[in-house]
């Protein structure tokens, strides 16, 4: 159930130490979240000095009463970017046509932009399910 949780084009917030919380796109694999990034963020010059991270991977639909959370933390790695993986995350979110993508995306498999990954393969991972029944399914009244 996890696995097909996180196999959906979801939002990740991840925190790390200072505390500092942003969005970002993951691919999970092989029980590992991987996280684009590059010289254009912080995260890799905040995970050099301070690994430890945590990350929450939620959805809360009013209209259908889904409400779920996969939350996990552990001490993150940069690793070298690869373009497979990076296409894998990209077409899961913008579609296979590459060419519909906005230009900086194609950069990231295409272009040297400094890309790496972010790497949290987690020491503690759990999901919640608070899904309820919802009161106006298809929308509200």
Same mark, same amino acid.
């Given at each position: 159930?996890?696995?097909? !949780?996180? $196999?959906?084009? +979801?939002?990740?917030?991840?925190?790390?130490? =200072?505390?500092? *919380?942003?969005?970002?796109?993951?691919? @999970?694999?092989? =029980?590992? !979240? @991987?996280?684009?990034?590059?010289?254009?963020?912080?995260?890799?010059? %905040?995970?050099?000095?301070?690994?430890?991270? $945590? +990350?929450? *991977?939620?959805?809360?639909?009013?209209?259908?009463?889904?409400?779920?959370? *996969? %939350? /996990?933390? =552990?001490?993150?790695?940069?690793?070298?970017?690869?373009?497979?993986? =990076?296409?894998? #995350?990209?077409?899961?979110?913008?579609? /296979?046509?590459?060419?519909? @993508?906005?230009?900086? !995306?194609?950069?990231?498999?295409?272009?040297?932009?400094?890309? *790496?990954?972010?790497? %949290?393969?987690?020491?503690?991972?759990?999901? #919640?399910? %608070?899904?309820?029944?919802?009161? !106006?399914?298809?929308?509200?009244?």
């Amino acid at each position: 159930m996890i696995d097909d !949780f996180l $196999a959906r084009p +979801l939002t990740a917030r991840v925190a790390t130490d =200072g505390p500092t *919380v942003r969005p970002t796109w993951y691919q @999970w694999e092989d =029980g590992a !979240f @991987w996280i684009l990034s590059g010289p254009w963020s912080r995260l890799p010059a %905040l995970l050099a000095s301070r690994p430890r991270i $945590a +990350l929450t *991977v939620d959805v809360c639909e009013l209209d259908t009463g889904e409400v779920v959370q *996969v %939350l /996990a933390r =552990g001490e993150a790695e940069l690793r070298p970017f690869d373009v497979a993986r =990076g296409r894998r #995350k990209l077409v899961r979110y913008l579609g /296979a046509d590459e060419r519909r @993508w906005d230009p900086r !995306f194609r950069e990231y498999l295409h272009g040297d932009v400094g890309a *790496v990954w972010v790497h %949290l393969r987690p020491s503690r991972l759990a999901m #919640k399910d %608070l899904s309820y029944e919802a009161a !106006f399914p298809g929308g509200r009244a």
